[in-house]
């Protein structure tokens, strides 16, 4: 005798493909957020404190004052790690904000590849994965 069951709906990292790697994704994307927050605010307040931390290597078109930048870092970094904190909590609103702060950041960082040309490289990359974890975890019971 056989008897009929219901299709469950796959529970979170579980299912066929990369979903247990997206759902896994997304945990370590809320930790790379907080984290590259923290650094973001970091590398603000340098910015901010003294001019010459930072030297820019050659001519570039999207010139902004070493103050400016500093200030544009240090807010940023504050939204990266309160975002990082909610999608490690768990917030309705962390994934979405976090693929647009994601995005934000990533145009930041390249506008910022004169001044440090390997950390912001580094950050892209993490930019990019950030999105694509957050893009790709589907444990909310969203339509595949």
């Given at each position: ?27 370590f994307a ?52 309160i975002?990082g ?6 917030a ?12 934000i ?23 990019v994965?950030?999105i ?13």
């Amino acid at each position: 005798m056989s008897s009929a069951t219901a299709p469950n709906k796959p529970e979170r990292g579980t299912g066929s493909g990369g979903s247990a790697w997206a759902a896994g994704g997304t945990m370590f994307a809320g930790v790379l957020m907080l984290v590259n927050g923290v650094l973001g605010i970091l590398e603000g307040i340098a910015g901010i404190a003294k001019d010459d931390v930072y030297e820019r290597i050659g001519d570039y078109v999207y010139k902004f004052n070493l103050t400016t930048w500093g200030w544009i870092h240090l807010v940023l970094g504050i939204l990266v790690a309160i975002t990082g904190y909610g999608i490690l909590k768990g917030a309705e609103w962390g994934r979405a904000a976090g693929v647009a702060l994601a995005a934000i950041a990533i145009v930041a960082q390249f506008l910022w590849l004169p001044y440090t040309p390997v950390w912001a490289l580094i950050s892209i990359a993490i930019g990019v994965f950030v999105i694509w974890a957050l893009c790709n975890d589907r444990s909310d019971g969203a339509p595949s």
